[in-house]
């Protein structure tokens, strides 16, 4: 006479192996699902950091050696008036682009560093020029036009706001 397991018996082991195959793929889709969600919450603090950017660029000039304004007379910065138009405070918060007359195209500035624009106030930044070396000293590129894009931090990392950068015409870098 054969013998089989019991029907309980079969039940047991069938209830066991399911839930071991259920412990096995959450334990592997875990990690999945928690770097998505830490993933979406990033780019969410990236949106809403984002939208609480409000700045405004009021004047974008060379400084020159003759210029009334003591605080311009470095020739080799391009001072940049920007007004922060939130109850925020930036630092170190904005990327200028160069875009350059004569054909010469355009180049990427670094971030404005040791820059701080706390809330509500208007401050003149300076960045220095790009130049090239000539036959006597510095030959500074004819600037046309910059580009500022604001930057947040968004988890450890830096995220640029595209849809908030300016474009302006700077004065006086002929």
């Given amino acids: 006479m054969k013998r089989g397991i019991s029907p309980l018996i079969a039940t047991v082991l069938l209830i066991v192996f399911v839930v071991t195959m259920f412990v096995v793929i959450f334990n592997l889709t875990r990690e999945s699902v928690e770097e998505g969600f ?12 984002c939208d609480e950017i409000k700045f405004f660029v009021e004047n974008a ?3 020159m050696r ?4 003591e605080r311009r007379r470095n020739a080799d910065l391009l001072y940049i008036d920007i007004k922060n138009e939130k109850n925020i405070d ?23 560093d040791d820059t701080r624009l706390n809330a509500y106030e208007v401050k003149p930044i300076g960045i220095y020029r790009p130049y090239v070396e000539g036959d006597f000293g510095k030959d500074y590129k004819e600037i046309n036009s910059i580009e500022i894009v604001p930057r947040v931090k968004a988890g450890n990392e830096f995220k640029f706001c595209n849809d908030k950068k300016k474009i302006i015409e700077v004065k006086n870098c002929s």
Avoid: P, Q, T, W
Wanted: aromatic share 16%; charged share 30%; glycine share 8%.
């Fill in 38 to 49: 830490e993933k979406s919450e990033e780019i969410f603090e990236v949106f809403s950091n």
């Fill in 61 to 63: 000039e060379c400084g």
């Fill in 66 to 69: 003759d210029h009334e304004n």
């Fill in 90 to 112: 930036f630092k170190d918060a904005f990327v200028v682009k160069f875009f350059y007359s004569s054909g010469a195209g355009e180049e990427v500035s670094s971030v404005l």
